[in-house]
């Protein structure tokens, strides 16, 4: 067990929709990671948070979103869902920021759009 | 940018065989380089890590080399089990896109350990 909770585990939604993930951090780990996972594009970083704060953005689309809250958690929104967002969503943790720290991963949300 | 190539998978082998698994990075600086383990319907976890060139990291039987000269990180280990069938991930610190301390990962390499 990676400490990393991530709800739900499966979500079953359909297009032009939204939903929000949630992940709740490794207990004393300020920074959070969200990645996409899908078979043709792999593992795809989007975003990373650092104590409440935007720390970095990846290849996160307009229609997605990210907070992290004052007790560390954080949500992932996606708006406006397309087949195409269709993939395994992990949050990660580190206990700082900085190059070369381990992460901790959750097990996933699996979302399928419809 | 920062990218990380390694072998299609998927990789198939029999018990006590021996395991390669082809990793090369491009990079700007000095990143530190990972492994990653994927088992069926979890996360990742970390299986080993090298933070300089000539580093070794190992674990569990698994080893990789921090190959500045080739740009490489090739993981190995010597006699496979079946319990090693899993996704494997190299990655190395930093993101291209722009300052952040995450990991750029390889798209992964199924491997699949027959008794």
């Known amino acids: 067990d990676s400490g990393v909770t991530q709800t739900p585990k499966h979500l079953i939604t359909a297009t032009g929709q939204r939903v929000t993930l949630r992940c709740s951090p490794r207990?004393?780990?300020?920074?959070v990671y969200w990645y996409q996972q899908s078979l043709d594009q792999g593992l795809q970083f989007l975003i990373q948070?650092?104590?409440?704060?935007?720390?970095a953005k990846g290849n996160i689309l307009e229609r997605f979103s990210a907070q992290q809250f004052p007790d560390l958690h954080s949500e992932l929104n996606l708006s406006s869902l397309e087949l195409g967002d269709s993939a395994l969503y992990f949050c990660a943790s580190s206990a700082v920021q900085g190059l070369g720290e381990k992460l901790f991963f959750g097990s996933g949300t699996q979302l399928s759009v419809l | 940018g920062n990218s990380v190539t390694q072998m299609e998978g998927p990789v198939t082998l029999s018990e006590e065989a021996f395991l390669t698994i082809n990793c090369t990075y491009t990079a700007t600086g000095y990143p530190s380089l990972f492994w990653y383990v994927q088992y069926p319907g979890e996360g990742l976890q970390l299986l080993l890590k090298a933070t300089k060139a000539d580093d070794k990291g190992s674990n569990k039987g698994f080893e990789a080399t921090y190959r500045k000269e080739t740009t490489s990180f090739h993981l190995e280990k010597g006699s496979v089990q079946v319990s090693d069938s899993a996704v494997y991930f190299c990655a190395l610190s930093g993101y291209s896109g722009g300052g952040a301390d995450g990991l750029t990962f390889g798209k992964g390499t199924h491997l699949i350990i027959q008794p």
């Open positions: 948070y650092y104590n409440g704060e935007e720390r």
């Open positions: 207990s004393g780990d300020l920074s």
